[in-house]
């Protein structure tokens, strides 16, 4: 009896994985064919119309291969304008992005775990939030000076809210029942942080490190519009506008568009193997 119960439910799995894996290509499918038709009404549109400020996504492409993936095998097809701006601004927005999470995250966990805490910074934390980080542009200039530290300082500022408060969030959702069986078995502080705390603030942390993940390149580009910036994709944007080159500038914009994509999706790959017991848990109780 037993082992026919244990055959009847691997078979429900294995139905069930099989409908997900479906319904994931279909998904994948139709996206793609969207993305295809709205390239193709694009291309259409801007050729019928000719108008030099919205050129065709076919010349957009054209130019974004010249630009900057035209170099040789040695440097990965990367041109010299793409070292010397696309990989910078990453740089920038890899170190702004780390910066700004672990001082959400610390912070978050801080906070959260003291109820005292929670009740006397709420306010303040909510009110920091709120604030526009471009309305702060001339503090950030003024403290840290122009160049690097105030473009890094103005990214984890930026950054530094949404992994904060959903930290905080998760680590107040702890559930009481949880703590208290902790108590029961005397687990020290660094204990319950590790095998409790984490584990169950994991899900809303990462909610908000996601976020963090596409505000960091929206800022990163805003950053470089900064005075004494030298490189970068948004000092090239700056520079094509500039120059009326309208076609370069799309190209910035549509690389941004494809980086905040990858980026993304890198993440959601992180997630699903840090978070696969939380999203196990949640499809066994659906």
Request: charged share 15%; glycine share 8%; proline share 5%.
């Amino acid at each position: 009896m037993k082992a026919t119960a244990e055959v009847a439910t691997r078979a429900a799995i294995a139905r069930r994985d099989s409908v997900a894996r479906r319904k994931g290509v279909r998904t994948a499918a139709f996206r793609w064919l969207v993305l295809v038709v709205l390239i193709l009404v694009w291309e259409t549109v801007t050729r019928v119309l000719g108008s030099a400020f919205f050129p065709p996504p076919s010349m957009i492409v054209v130019r974004m291969y010249t630009m900057w993936f035209s170099g040789p095998p040695s440097t990965l097809f990367l041109t010299d304008p793409a070292i010397e701006h696309i990989l910078p601004s990453l740089g920038r927005m890899a170190a702004g992005f780390a910066g700004g999470a672990l001082a959400g995250v610390v912070l978050g966990l801080a906070v959260g775990l003291s109820a005292r805490a929670y009740d006397y910074l709420d306010g303040v934390l909510q009110f920091l939030r709120a604030i526009p980080p471009p309305a702060l542009i001339t503090v950030f200039l003024v403290v840290f000076g122009f160049g690097l530290k105030a473009q890094l300082a103005f990214i984890m500022f930026s950054i530094v809210w949404p992994v904060l408060l959903n930290t905080a969030d998760g680590a107040r959702s702890v559930e009481p029942l949880h703590l208290q069986t902790c108590q029961v078995f005397r687990l020290t502080r660094a204990e319950r942080l590790r095998r409790v705390i984490l584990p169950s603030t994991l899900p809303k942390m990462f909610a908000g490190l996601r976020l963090a993940v596409s505000l960091s390149l929206i800022v990163m580009v805003f950053s470089e519009l900064l005075p004494g910036t030298t490189d970068g994709i948004g000092f090239q944007l700056t520079f094509a506008k500039s120059q009326s080159d309208l076609t370069a500038m799309w190209a910035g914009i549509v690389l941004l568009g494809v980086l905040g994509y990858l980026l993304n999706e890198l993440f959601l790959v992180v997630e699903r193997r840090v978070l696969g017991w939380h999203h196990a848990a949640q499809q066994l109780t659906e």
